[in-house]
């Protein structure tokens, strides 16, 4: 009777054990690992709330970081430039060069 409830309750203790252990060797890399994704282009890891995605055909899914992005709309700029003929000129904010009369 009394190993019985001994046994049990080793068994329970064992179970609670793997449990915890399990908990702290998931819960931090897998959560990192759901919450983060690599860019496509640059291959850096990036939380997801940060990248773009995207479907490329039916079932992958690619993940831009805005560095890249705004490279890529440089880069799409620059030729959207070349091919119309105009270059992209930058608005003037403030002069920041003093006009001495
Ligand atoms: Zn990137």
Redesign the pocket.
């Known amino acids: 009777m009394f190993t019985a409830i001994a046994i049990t309750f080793v068994i329970v203790l064992v179970g609670l054990i793997f449990y915890g252990y399990g908990i702290v060797m998931k819960r931090s890399p897998t959560e990192e690992e759901l919450k983060t994704e690599k ?1 496509s ?2 291959r ?1 890891r990036f939380p997801l709330a940060e990248l773009v995605e995207r479907e490329v055909g039916d079932y992958k899914l690619l993940y ?2 805005g ?2 992005i705004a490279s890529l709309v440089d880069e799409a700029k620059k030729r959207h430039g070349i091919s119309d003929g105009m270059s992209h000129t930058p608005i003037p904010y403030a002069s920041e060069k003093h006009e001495s009369m």
């Open positions: 860019c282009i640059c850096r831009f970081c560095e890249c």
